[in-house]
């Protein structure tokens, strides 16, 4: 077992690789696997009976759930973006295609005239991964703001609490991630291949 110290240098190393694996891919790599996801997810039972969809703006590499988006507002689904707090965890706010969005303090889109759900009435919550195993171990940029956003689903004993499913390119699989006990684990995951039930 490692301890605290060295799981968090192996994260780092970790994250510095699967972000690397990413950037690497071409622009037209990126929209072809944004394209392929929005169709593995469109068949999914979490999305197809999701009404509240929370989902991100592609940043540093991400896949990119922006054909999500489109095909969930066209379908008259109700769409949500992050927005940080400060105390570093999250809410979401509604959000149409064209609505105004400010830069937040990494520089990511949110929006500006907060419209929040409370994160309990989300049914679907698409989060970006920078490293994933099949167990649902989620590996994020470090921040820690998916899992104080959720933490309270581990005490949770309710099964109408949202669905978190990670989507990542397929070359960010890992055989193993070592969780701390606040990693929350995921519902499913998500890449350009593959829809992985956990």
Known sequence: MSSPEQLEQQKRQLRQHLRSLRNDLSSQQQQLASQQLAELISHSPYYRTAQHIA????NDGEIDPQYILENAVAAGKHCYLPVLC???????????????????RYA???????DYIPVAALDLVLMPLVGFDRSGGRLGMGGGFYDRTFAWLQQSS????????????HCQEV????????????SAVATD?????I
Do not use: M, Q
Request: glycine share 4%.
């Open 108 to 114: 990511i889109p949110e929006p500006s005239h907060p």
């Open 86 to 104: 400060p105390n570093n965890s999250l809410r979401f706010s509604r959000y149409r295609p064209g609505d105004k969005l400010t830069l937040n």
């Open 175 to 186: 055989a193993t991630l070592e969780l701390a006990s606040w990693d929350i684990p995921l």
């Open 193 to 197: 291949k593959e829809l992985l039930i």
């Open 55 to 58: 989902l991100y703006l592609a």
């Open 158 to 169: 309710s099964t109408e609490h949202p669905k978190l499913l990670g989507l990542a390119h």
